[in-house]
């Protein structure tokens, strides 16, 4: 069974920048999608940021100028740069992963951003 590896979360000041990533712990074939979601307390996941097959991005309105998305060099990993943290962007990121046959979740990594 592939899995999503997630890392790079942590704790960071208001204004400050961290480095999401992730990679596939094996092989996933044709992927549509590649995407960052997140989950704040007590609200629902909400996608953050999305690259296409065809490098079509998709960002939330609320982390447009900020949030960056990319792959990675290697096959199967995925970036998220994410400059001038608000305590609003606290929350689980997953990252997530479609083809044709499933979609892929990755454990979640915490980002809390303090005021």
């Known amino acids: 069974q592939v899995q999503l590896v997630e890392s790079g979360g942590g704790l960071v000041q208001a204004g400050g920048s961290l480095r999401l990533s992730c990679a596939a712990s094996g092989s996933i074939s044709s992927i549509n999608t590649m995407g960052w979601y997140r989950q704040a307390p007590g609200k629902q996941r909400e996608l953050v940021a999305q690259?296409?097959?065809?490098?079509?991005?998709n960002y939330a309105d609320s982390v447009k100028g900020r949030f960056t998305i990319s792959r990675g060099n290697a096959q199967n990993t995925v970036y998220l740069q994410m400059n001038s943290l608000k305590p609003e962007d606290t929350g689980v990121y997953y990252c997530n992963f479609n083809n044709w046959l499933q979609p892929y979740w990755g454990q979640g990594t915490q980002v809390t951003v303090s005021s």
């Open positions: 690259i296409t097959s065809g490098d079509r991005i």
